[in-house]
Structures are given as structure tokens and as C-alpha cells.
């Protein structure tokens, strides 16, 4: 799971779960005139509320996040794992809402009763707060641009090497370990004072040559997007192969028109044809 393509929606909604959580142990009724000191339950002692309303909303908060940082979303029932997730959350909230308004379940409706029963608790009521809170940030997140935003901003790629070529500290850079040690003839090539090379082991001109990278107006530059997006084979199929996640680096390697060939972290290629947003780093 990639936390780096959480949005700042996906951030609320963790929030209001959380909330959810503390809320569920606080008092579930409020009777009046009992003292301080009485030991009323929280919301753990009601069946009904834990079930629809605390578990309901957790697991919904959990799978809506979930769904976010996995690259191929499962699927329910025939439904994404983020669509059952807020479908749970607006269940949770609107369950939230029936108990709040009526936290006896109903036991306090008998004929000839004298009292109105108890009231929504502290912990009923931070519930239904956070219980709507977390159906409208799930809800909202896809359709409000603040939303969408990366939830982590994204660390700066370190410079980039031309495509192809090898990390400065490998064989034939300045510093590297040669083979045979410092002044010592390599493979295949004549020691000092031999013909074909000069005193001092030094190599000719010629050999010293490397191949220069191939001429062209594309540089390869790191790039992130700013919301998720699929990257689709080279042949052109219309099956995505992967999903670009905001809050990653990803090198572009080569330019067809207005798409880019994008490489990812294990080494996949593919298409980005939405390329609008994207930033470079």
C-alpha cells in the first residue's frame, strides 16, 4: 500500500474515525438529575449502535483508505472496495442520526409511561458528529479539488542520470575499484612499457573513448501527478497496466506527441496520455 497517494479527503476521513473511536466510550445516555458520579454505559453496551453505527463507520473509514494506496481496487458484491467503504460510512451516519433521536430503542414508549427516557449521551452525540463528518468527506473527496490534494507532499527526486547511463562509483568512474588494483595491467590489455601502450599503464587516446549517448531534442526528467491515473502498455491496448499515484516519482523516459512513457519504481513501462498537472522535479 502506497501512503504517499492518500488525498487530504482521505486525511478527514481517518480523522472522523478516529473521533468515532474515542466516541465510543463515552457515556450513551444522559438521564437528568442522576449525579456525576453514576456509571452509565458507552456505546459498547448497545448492540444496535456498535454494529451499525462505530463498527459500520470504522471498517467503511478503513476500506475508503484502503482502496486509495492499493494500485488494483477489489472489488464487493460489485462494487469497488472505496464504493462499499462509503456506502458504510453514510450507513454509519445515518444510523448515527435514528439513535440520537431516540437512544432508549423504544423503552420508553410504553402506555401510561411518566417519563420521556433518557437522552443522547456525550459519546451518541460525537458519534453522529463524527459519523457525518466522515460520509462527507468520503463522498466529497472525488468531486472537490481540495480534496483531491496529496495528503504527503512529495520528496524531491535526487538528479536525475541521463536514460541508460550507469551511478557515478561503478567500473570506469573516478574512484572505482579497477580490477587487478592501482597500476596493474587490466584483462586483456598490455602492462607498462609494452607495445601498444605507453610508460605509466595510461591507455591511448582512442581506447579511452566512451560511447556517447544517442543525440535528441528529449531529456529524461522526473515527474509526479497530481491525481491518480492509469499507465497503459506500449502496444496500445486499453487495459491499464499500472496506476500512477500522486505523492510518487516516476521517470519519463520518451515523448509521443502529448503522452509520456513513463517508467515506474519496478521498472514497468508504460503510457501516461493524461499528462495536464503534472509536476517536474
Do not use: C, H
Amino acid at each position: 500500500m502506497n501512503i504517499r497517494s492518500l488525498t487530504r479527503g482521505d486525511g478527514v476521513v481517518i480523522g472522523a474515525a478516529v473521533l468515532l473511536f474515542i466516541a465510543s466510550f463515552l457515556d450513551l445516555y444522559s438521564i437528568d438529575g442522576v449525579p456525576d458520579s453514576a456509571d452509565l454505559p458507552s456505546l459498547w453496551a448497545s448492540g444496535p449502535v456498535v454494529l451499525s453505527v462505530v463498527l459500520a463507520g470504522i471498517i467503511g473509514a478503513a476500506l475508503v483508505v484502503v482502496a486509495r494506496g492499493l494500485p488494483q481496487v477489489p472489488k464487493i458484491a460489485g462494487l469497488d472496495l472505496g464504493q462499499f467503504g462509503v456506502a458504510l460510512t453514510v450507513f454509519a451516519a445515518w444510523s448515527a442520526l435514528g439513535n440520537s433521536f431516540d437512544p432508549a430503542g423504544g423503552a420508553d414508549n410504553f402506555e401510561g409511561s411518566t417519563s420521556d427516557g433518557p437522552s443522547a449521551g456525550l459519546g451518541l452525540i460525537l458519534a453522529l458528529v463524527a459519523t457525518l463528518l466522515l460520509a462527507a468527506a468520503a463522498l466529497a473527496t472525488p468531486l472537490v479539488p481540495a480534496l483531491k490534494g496529496a495528503l504527503l507532499p512529495a520528496p524531491r527526486p535526487a538528479t536525475p542520470q541521463p536514460y541508460g547511463a550507469q551511478p557515478p562509483g561503478g567500473y570506469g568512474y573516478p574512484g572505482a575499484q579497477q580490477p587487478g588494483g592501482y597500476g596493474q595491467p587490466q584483462p586483456g590489455q598490455p602492462g607498462p612499457g609494452q607495445p601498444g601502450q605507453p610508460y605509466g599503464g595510461q591507455p591511448q587516446p582512442q581506447q579511452a573513448q566512451a560511447p556517447q549517448p544517442p543525440a535528441g531534442d528529449f531529456s529524461p526528467f522526473w515527474f509526479a501527478v497530481p491525481v491518480p491515473r492509469p499507465l497503459f502498455a506500449e502496444d496500445g491496448s486499453p487495459t491499464p497496466i499500472a496506476e500512477l499515484a500522486p505523492g510518487t516519482w516516476y521517470l519519463a523516459v520518451e515523448q509521443r506527441g502529448a503522452a509520456l512513457v513513463a517508467q515506474t519504481q519496478d521498472g514497468r513501462r508504460g503510457v501516461l496520455q493524461d499528462t495536464s498537472g503534472i509536476q517536474r522535479g
